[in-house]
């Protein structure tokens, strides 16, 4: 169903975020967000304890993608109302790691800003490999774009990276934090080698590549950290690999993947956006009789 937003939203008229969430190989990016997420202790707690994505990961990659695409891509009406809904859940989010002893809650801005700086990150990471070139002010400007939708669930604005360098600052501050725990490693094992469940089987074999593209991306003292070191011809075969399936992200079952994976709602708000405006036809008439 066509979606018409009501005003520019939060980031419009022409952010750069647009260009990058809607690139194909951002799904690629969410993959890679994933396992950085999964070795912050309490972010991954917090995932473990209540969620129930080990039996249906599909859910939770679409909840997660809609609330990005309703934040950076939805009118303003939109992404207050996703950013309560989120709110809402996270109060209900608390608990004691089992890794550190420490308790943890969702409403912790610390924790808050670890998953939206992996995401965020990670969308530009994959566009830097399978998109067009972006100058430093853009990607500066993009970072600055997330430090809004980073602050929507409560974590002060400016807390939140807002250029390259601050984001790179972030990542080294938080860098000795990370671990990976058995929870950890099953959802790390999701992305780099995810069993043939009924709910992907279908979409099996660009998940499997995806999600190896997805480790090539990761940054080798993280991966070092989460255990999936490989070599750079692997990483290069990878990425290599997964260029032809978002060559050819608009076929049938590819544009299916999409749409199971990320949710028909994510795909029509990203389109809503990324689409040719139709010509007004009263401009149009206007410029033929001006002829």
């Given at each position: 169903?066509s979606?018409q937003?009501?005003?520019d939203g ?9 260009r990058?969430?809607g690139h194909p190989?951002a799904l ?10 999964s ?6 707690a917090g995932?473990d304890q209540?969620?129930?994505?080990a039996?249906r990961?599909l859910?939770r990659?679409?909840r ?5 695409a309703a934040t ?7 992404a ?17 790691d089992p890794?550190?002893?420490q ?7 610390e924790?808050q ?7 965020w990150?990670?969308?530009?990471a994959?566009y830097r490999?399978f ?5 430093p ?6 970072f600055?774009e ?9 974590t ?11 984001m790179s ?5 938080v ?6 725990s ?6 790390i094992?999701?992305v780099?080698?995810p069993?043939?469940t009924r709910?992907?089987?279908?979409y099996?074999?660009p998940l ?10 990761v940054?080798?003292?993280?991966r ?12 290069a ?8 399936f978002?060559?050819?992200a608009?076929?049938p079952?590819?544009n299916r ?6 949710g028909?709602?994510?795909?029509d708000?990203?389109d809503s956006?990324?689409r040719?405006?139709?010509?007004d036809p ?8 001006a002829a």
């Amino acid at each position: 169903m066509s979606v018409q937003p009501k005003d520019d939203g939060l980031l419009g008229p022409d952010p750069v975020a647009w260009r990058v969430i809607g690139h194909p190989g951002a799904l690629i990016g969410g993959l890679r967000s994933l396992i950085l997420q999964s070795l912050h202790p309490h972010a991954m707690a917090g995932v473990d304890q209540h969620s129930d994505y080990a039996h249906r990961p599909l859910d939770r990659l679409q909840r997660t993608t809609y609330y990005v695409a309703a934040t950076a891509y939805g009118d303003r009406e939109t992404a207050a109302r996703a950013a309560e809904h989120v709110r809402l859940r996270h109060r209900k989010v608390k608990g004691v790691d089992p890794v550190t002893g420490q308790r943890y809650s969702a409403e912790d801005p610390e924790t808050q800003l670890w998953v939206h700086g992996t995401e965020w990150h990670s969308f530009l990471a994959a566009y830097r490999v399978f998109g067009p070139s972006l100058s430093p002010a853009e990607e500066d400007r993009y970072f600055a774009e997330g430090a809004i939708i980073g602050s929507l669930l409560g974590t002060p604005r400016e807390m939140v990276p807002a250029s390259a360098a601050e984001m790179s600052a972030f990542f080294d501050r938080v860098q000795p934090q990370l671990c990976v725990s058995e929870a950890a490693r099953a959802a790390i094992d999701f992305v780099a080698n995810p069993r043939p469940t009924r709910d992907i089987l279908p979409y099996y074999l660009p998940l499997r590549v995806y999600g190896s593209a997805a480790v090539a991306l990761v940054p080798g003292e993280i991966r070092q950290i989460a255990g999936l070191e490989r070599s750079r011809s692997a990483d290069a075969a990878a990425i290599a690999a997964a260029r032809p399936f978002l060559a050819a992200a608009q076929l049938p079952l590819l544009n299916r993947l999409a749409r199971a994976v990320v949710g028909r709602k994510t795909i029509d708000l990203i389109d809503s956006r990324l689409r040719p405006t139709p010509p007004d036809p009263a401009i149009e008439l206007g410029l033929r009789q001006a002829a």
